[in-house]
C-alpha cells in the first residue's frame, strides 16, 4: 500500500530491495510529513506562545492545531488533555514522577504485567525506589495474554495505578485492556495505557477504552522522531502536580513561590517541538487519507498472512501463535532441540536485505518467561505488502538451511 510515498524504501539493501520489517521499533516517513517538516522549519519557524511577532504567533496556531489534530486521533474530550512530550518513555516518566510525587506514599502498590517494555516497568521501579512502594506483577496466561481473572486477587486497597500495555511489542498480542480498566476503576485505581504499539495499528479511542492515561510516539506512526504524547483525563491532570520545571510550565515565578500554568502547558517546561508536532499532525493526516481503518484492516491481513507463512517454515516457533496481532509476530528458530540464536537469523535475514529486529526487545522480564535468549521479530506497517512477507520466508528458508 502506498509505498511510493515512501522515499526510503527506493533505497536498495545489499544490492536489494529494502525489506523492512522493523516498524514496531520505528516506521518510515512519507514524503507529505517530510515535506510537512521542511515546509514547518522553512516558513513558520518561530519560538512559540511568547512571541508578539506573527512568525511566533504563526507558529503558535500551527502548534495548538497539531494538538487538536492528535486530540480527535486519540479520541480525547480536549485538546488541554494532550500533553506533548518526547515520546512513551518521556510520557511514562513524567506520569510517574508526577502521579508518584502526589498518591503514592510507602507501602503503596503499582502493578505493571509480565509482558512490559522496559519503558513502562522501570519508571515505576524508580517510583517506588523513592516512595518505598511495592510493584506488582500481572501475570500472563499461556496465549501471552493478560491473564485477567488474577488482576483482582492482585488488587488490595494499597493499590494505586495500574499500567500496561495495549499490544505487546514483542508478540504482538492484542491485550484485553477493556478487561483490565473495567476491573480497575471497579475498585477506583486508575489505568495508565502504553500505546508505543497500539496507536500506530488499531482505532485507538482513548474515551471509549476509558484509560485515564495513554502514551504513545509520533516516530512509530510515520512521524517524527523525539516527540510522543500523554495522555490523561483532564480531572486527572488538574489533580497532579508539574513532573518538570522551567519556562513554559509557569504562571508567575517568584523567589517565594511559583505558580503554574494551566493545562496543558503545565507539564510542557521549555520550549516544545513546535515543528515535529506539525510534522506528526501530518502524519496523522497522511494514514486518514488512505483512511484509518482500511490501514488497519490491511496490516491486520498482513500480519496474519505473515503468521501463516511462518508456521509452514520447519522448525520455526511463533510466540502467541493463532491469537489476534497488531503489526508484530516474534518467532524463534530451532533445528531439533537447539535453537538458533536469533542474532544469527537476523544477521543472515539481514544480508538478504530483509531487516528484522532480534534480542529482547527492551522487555527482558518477557523473554526470560518464555526462557530464550531473545526472538526475532517482523512487523509490518502500511507499506509492507506480500511480496515483502514472501521474500523474508524465502530468505528465512535460506537462512535456516545455512545454519541448521
Ligand atoms: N512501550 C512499548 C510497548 C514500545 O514498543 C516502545 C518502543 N519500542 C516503548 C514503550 C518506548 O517507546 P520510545 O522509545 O519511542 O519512547
Given at each position: 500500500m502506498n509505498r511510493e510515498d515512501f522515499p526510503i524504501l527506493a533505497d536498495d539493501v545489499y544490492g536489494k530491495r529494502m525489506v523492512y520489517l522493523d516498524n514496531a521499533a520505528t516506521t518510515q516517513k512519507p514524503l507529505q510529513m517530510l515535506n510537512a517538516m521542511t515546509d514547518a522549519y522553512m516558513h513558520r519557524n518561530a519560538n512559540i506562545?511568547?512571541?508578539?511577532h506573527h512568525l511566533s504567533q504563526v507558529a503558535t496556531e500551527r502548534h495548538e492545531q497539531a494538538r487538536k489534530r492528535v486530540a480527535e486521533y486519540l479520541g480525547a474530550k480536549s485538546a488541554k488533555e494532550i500533553i506533548f512530550t518526547k515520546g512513551t518513555t518521556d510520557s511514562i516518566n513524567i506520569l510517574a514522577f508526577s502521579f508518584g510525587e502526589a498518591y503514592v506514599r510507602g507501602g503503596d502498590e503499582i502493578i505493571v504485567s509480565q509482558a512490559e517494555h522496559h519503558s513502562n516497568i522501570v519508571p515505576w521501579q524508580m517510583l517506588c525506589e523513592r516512595k518505598g512502594a511495592k510493584l506488582r506483577v500481572l501475570p500472563l496466561d499461556e496465549d501471552l495474554r493478560y491473564d485477567v481473572d488474577k488482576l483482582e486477587a492482585l488488587i488490595?486497597?494499597?493499590?494505586r495505578l495500574i499500567s500496561v500495555a495495549?499490544?505487546?511489542?514483542?508478540?504482538g498480542t492484542i491485550q484485553p485492556i477493556e478487561e483490565v480498566i473495567s476491573i480497575a476503576h471497579r475498585h477506583d485505581i486508575p489505568v495508565c495505557i502504553d500505546g508505543a504499539q497500539s496507536a500506530p495499528h488499531l482505532m485507538v479511542n482513548v474515551r471509549e477504552s476509558d484509560c485515564d492515561f495513554f502514551a504513545c510516539s509520533a516516530h512509530k506512526m510515520y512521524g517524527p522522531t523525539g516527540l510522543g504524547v500523554l495522555y490523561g483525563k483532564e480531572e486527572w491532570l488538574e489533580k497532579l502536580p508539574p513532573a518538570e520545571g522551567g519556562?513554559?510550565?509557569?504562571d508567575h515565578v517568584r523567589f517565594e513561590k511559583t505558580t503554574y500554568n494551566q493545562l496543558p502547558y503545565k507539564f510542557e517546561a521549555g520550549t516544545p517541538d513546535f515543528i515535529g508536532s506539525c510534522a506528526f499532525a501530518s502524519a496523522l493526516d497522511y494514514v486518514d487519507s488512505i483512511g484509518r481503518k482500511q490501514v488497519t484492516d490491511y496490516e491486520n491481513s498482513l500480519t496474519q498472512y505473515m503468521e501463516e507463512q511462518l508456521a509452514e517454515v520447519g522448525g520455526v516457533r511463533i510466540y502467541s501463535r493463532g491469537t489476534e496481532k497488531a503489526g508484530a509476530v516474534s518467532f524463534n528458530v530451532y533445528s531439533g532441540d537447539r535453537l538458533i540464536h536469533p542474532f544469527d537469523v537476523g544477521t543472515l535475514l539481514d544480508r538478504q536485505g530483509v531487516a528484522v529486529r532480534t534480542g529482547h526487545h527492551c522487555a527482558e522480564p518477557l523473554i526470560d518467561y518464555l526462557q530464550v535468549p531473545g526472538t526475532v521479530r517482523a512487523s509490518v506497517a502500511l507499506y509492507n505488502d506480500k511480496e515483502d512477507v514472501d521474500i523474508f520466508i524465502k530468505a528465512l528458508r535460506k537462512a535456516i538451511m545455512m545454519l541448521g
Open positions: 506562545h511568547r512571541g508578539v488490595t486497597d494499597r493499590t495495549q499490544v505487546s511489542n514483542v508478540s519556562g513554559e510550565m509557569i
